[in-house]
C-alpha cells in the first residue's frame, strides 16, 4: 500500500526552493534559452546506503511534482519583493511545470537481499527547465531517507536547540540567514527552525540579527528577507560553454547582461575554479569587481579567505570596508563566532553568515542521544550543450565532473 501524499516529501510549493535556482533561472532563460544540460547526483558519504523502501518512495515523490505550479499570489509576492525577476520571467514560471521523465534514478542493490543499495540519479533535458529540480530533489531524498532509513529521531526541542544557536549568534554580533532547504530533515524541521530564529530574533535586541532565508516560500510565508545570487552552476556552464580563459569575468559579466546593481544583489562565489584563480581572473578588471556588492565564501579555510580578499581589494584600490563578505561553508556557532572575531580584526564591516545542515539538520538518535548524521548529498550540473563541466573549489574534496575534465580545466588554470 503506497503512502499518502501527505506523509511524501512533495513540496508544497516551487517556490520552496533556493532564490538563487529563480535568478539563475532566469538569466539561463534569457541567455542560454534552449541549451540543453544534465544534472549528476553524488553520495559524497559512501558508507551510506539508501534502501529499496527509501528509493521507491523517492520516485512517488517525483511522479507528484507536475502537481506543483506558481499561484497568483506567490506572482505576486514576486513582483512585490523581488524586483530584479522581470514579468516575462514571472510570466514563464507561472506556466512552468516540473516534468517527471526529466530524472532518471537507478537502485543499485548492494546486499544479498537487495534490501540496501545506492542510488544514481541524472536530471536530463533543457537547462532552463532542469535548472529548478536541485534543491527540492535533493530535500525530497533526504526527507525520503529519514522516513526509511534512519527513522531513530523525533522533533523533540528542536525549537529550543534553534532557539539556543540563534542566541548565541545575535548576543555575538552575527548577522546570519537561515540556507538549510537542501538537505533539510524534513519539511517540518526546517519550519520549526525558522519559527525559532524568528523568535530569538524578536527577544533578543543586539548587534546581531536574522538576515532572512534562502527559502522563498518560507520567506513570503513568514514575511523575511529573501537571501539569494549566484550558484557554481553559472560560472561552471558558462566556462564550458565559452572557454576557461578569464572565465569568471565572463560569467560575471553574463550575469550583468540580466542584473543590475541598482536592483538586485550582486554576491559572486569565488571558488569555482578555487580562489586563487578568481583572484586572478578579476584583478585585470578591477571595474568589474567594484560594481559587484561583495564575495561569498563556501570551501577552503574561512579566515585565509578573508584575508586574501582584503589584499585583493587594497590591492586594486577598492575599499574593501563598503564590500560584503558572506560565509557558507560547514558552518557551526563556534565557527561563525571565530570567523566574525577575525573579519572585525581584519576592519570588514559587513560580515553574514549562510548557516544550512546545521540548523535544518542537526538531531541525535532518540534511542542513544549520538549524532544521527545528515546526509551529505549534492546534484551538480554535468554538462551543458553537451560539453563536460567542473567545479574545482578550494577543498579538494568537493571537486566535482569527469576526471579528465577537472584535470583539463587545472592545466587551464595553471593549478597543481
Excluded at 540563534?166 to 540567514?177: D, P, R, T, V
Excluded at 549524532?371 to 566535482?400: E, F
Aim: proline share 3%.
Amino acid at each position: 500500500m503506497s503512502a499518502p501524499i501527505s506523509d511524501l516529501a512533495v513540496p508544497l510549493s516551487v517556490l520552496d526552493t533556493d532564490l538563487y535556482k529563480l535568478t539563475m533561472q532566469q538569466a539561463v532563460l534569457s541567455l542560454f534559452p534552449s541549451t540543453p544540460a544534465t544534472y549528476r547526483f553524488t553520495n559524497r558519504n559512501l558508507d551510506v546506503l539508501f534502501s529499496r523502501q527509501c528509493i521507491e518512495r523517492f520516485r512517488t515523490v517525483i511522479s507528484h511534482f507536475s502537481t506543483i505550479s506558481l499561484t497568483e499570489a506567490e506572482g505576486e509576492w514576486l513582483r512585490d519583493n523581488c524586483p530584479y525577476l522581470t514579468e516575462d520571467y514571472i510570466s514563464y514560471l507561472s506556466s512552468y511545470r516540473f516534468k517527471p521523465e526529466q530524472v532518471k534514478v537507478k537502485y543499485i542493490p548492494v546486499t544479498s537481499d537487495n534490501l540496501q543499495g545506492k542510488v544514481e540519479i541524472d536530471v536530463i533535458g533543457p537547462w532552463v527547465e532542469t535548472i529548478l529540480w536541485e534543491v527540492p530533489l535533493m530535500a525530497a531524498l533526504s526527507e525520503s531517507y529519514f522516513q526509511t532509513v534512519a527513522t531513530d529521531w523525533s522533533y523533540d526541542r528542536q525549537d529550543v536547540i534553534a532557539y539556543a544557536k540563534a542566541k548565541l549568534l545575535l548576543e555575538a554580533g552575527c548577522h546570519f540567514s537561515e540556507f538549510g532547504t537542501r538537505r533539510r530533515r524534513s519539511f517540518q524541521a526546517q519550519e520549526i527552525v525558522i519559527q525559532a530564529l524568528i523568535q530569538a530574533s524578536k527577544d533578543i535586541v543586539g548587534r546581531g540579527g536574522l538576515s532572512g532565508t534562502s527559502n522563498v516560500y518560507f520567506a513570503q510565508k513568514y514575511n523575511l528577507k529573501v537571501i539569494g545570487t549566484i550558484a557554481h552552476e553559472w560560472f561552471m556552464g558558462v566556462a564550458a560553454m565559452k572557454g576557461y580563459e578569464n572565465a569568471n569575468v565572463v560569467a560575471l559579466k553574463l550575469w550583468e547582461k540580466v542584473y543590475q546593481a541598482d536592483n538586485a544583489p550582486l554576491i559572486s562565489l569565488t571558488d569555482t575554479f578555487t580562489t586563487t584563480a578568481f583572484i586572478k581572473d578579476i584583478s585585470g578588471d578591477p571595474e568589474l569587481i567594484y560594481r559587484w556588492h561583495g564575495l561569498r565564501q563556501d570551501s577552503g579555510d574561512p579566515l585565509e579567505f578573508a584575508r586574501r580578499i582584503k589584499e585583493m581589494y587594497q590591492s586594486l584600490g577598492i575599499q574593501y570596508t563598503t564590500k560584503s563578505l558572506i560565509f557558507s561553508d560547514s558552518l557551526n556557532v563556534e565557527k561563525c563566532i571565530d570567523i566574525k572575531k577575525y573579519c572585525d580584526e581584519l576592519g570588514f564591516a559587513k560580515v553574514s553568515f549562510g548557516i544550512g545542515t546545521f540548523l535544518t539538520n542537526d538531531f541525535r538518535t532518540a534511542s542513544t542521544g549520538e549524532k544521527s548524521k545528515a546526509l551529505n548529498i549534492v546534484v551538480k550540473l554535468s554538462s551543458v550543450d553537451h560539453k563536460p563541466c567542473v567545479k574545482l573549489s578550494d577543498d579538494l574534496g568537493k571537486n566535482t565532473g569527469d576526471k579528465d575534465a577537472v584535470e583539463h580545466v587545472k592545466r587551464a588554470f595553471d593549478l597543481k
